[in-house]
């Protein structure tokens, strides 16, 4: 069976604003209005992060729009959402979490097979020197792909 990968949205400054190490794909627990506004794509996560508590893995900060067809019993938009993973999973990301300036970045959501999905990453803060060789070598590239498409045309 093919699997079918539709992405929902992502975080292009979690990439910017940090080095990702490890990356692991989650299953998120959302209620039903909670799912359409999902798959409309009515998310905001600019500032989101994971926090493991009592072994569990949550992300806050992800705000999920009200769903605008929903009767009176809509979901709260700011609520924390659990993020399921394999337990052993969930070890392996506390032991390096624990360890110094480690964190936990929700990278991108997506559909898989009908169920939303989110990526989420294992990150380390970026300095600003850091980000500074980032947009230089963003631009050296494209500086590149502009010659070798500007030699190819002729």
């Known amino acids: 069976m093919a699997e079918s990968r539709k992405i929902i949205a992502e975080n292009r400054k979690?990439?910017?604003?940090?080095?990702?190490?490890?990356?692991?794909?989650?299953?998120?627990?959302l209620l039903g209005t909670e799912v359409k506004s999902v798959k409309?794509?009515?998310?905001?996560?600019?500032?989101?992060?994971?926090?493991?508590?009592?072994?569990?893995?949550?992300v806050k900060n992800f705000h999920i729009?009200?769903?605008?067809?929903?009767?009176?019993?809509?979901?709260?938009?700011?609520?924390?959402?659990?993020?399921?993973?394999?337990?052993?999973?969930?070890?392996r990301i506390t032991r390096k979490v624990e360890a110094k300036g480690y964190t936990l970045i929700p990278?991108?959501?997506?559909?898989?097979?009908?169920?939303?999905?989110?990526?989420?990453?294992?990150?380390?803060?970026?300095?600003q020197f850091d980000k500074r060789a980032s947009i230089k070598e963003r631009d050296v590239n494209r500086d590149m792909q502009r010659e070798v498409r500007r030699n190819l045309n002729g």
């Open 40 to 58: 409309n794509g009515s998310i905001s996560f600019p500032d989101a992060f994971a926090e493991i508590i009592n072994g569990e893995i949550f």
């Open 65 to 91: 729009t009200e769903y605008s067809y929903s009767s009176i019993f809509n979901h709260n938009p700011d609520r924390p959402k659990k993020l399921l993973l394999h337990r052993e999973e969930i070890k």
């Open 107 to 127: 990278l991108d959501f997506y559909l898989k097979n009908g169920r939303v999905k989110v990526t989420l990453g294992v990150c380390r803060g970026k300095k």
């Open 14 to 29: 979690a990439r910017f604003d940090y080095f990702v190490e490890e990356s692991y794909e989650c299953g998120i627990e």
